[in-house]
């Protein structure tokens, strides 16, 4: 008759990692660049920006936007 492989013999995966917390600076340069972003794109549109309203200063509103959603990505 055939010996049963005990308790011991199974596999058992190593427990999963914890990623490390983020640093400081990745919660902070997130929300700035949102503030920084929104604000350029609201004084963009109520013509308070030297040179008037024009698509450069709502282009760099979004992308500042867009930079903090890619930063929030990274946020632990």
Do not use: E, H
């Not at 010996?3 to 199974?10: E, H, Y």
């Amino acid at each position: 008759m055939p010996v049963s492989k005990g308790k011991r013999s199974r596999y058992t995966p190593p427990p999963p990692k914890q990623a490390p917390p983020s640093r400081l600076w990745v919660p902070t340069a997130m929300f700035t660049l949102w503030g920084v972003g929104l604000a350029i794109v609201i004084l963009n549109y109520t013509d308070l920006l030297p040179g008037g309203a024009t698509n450069s200063y709502l282009f760099l509103g979004l992308g500042a936007l867009t930079s903090g959603f890619l930063l929030a990505t990274r946020f632990r």
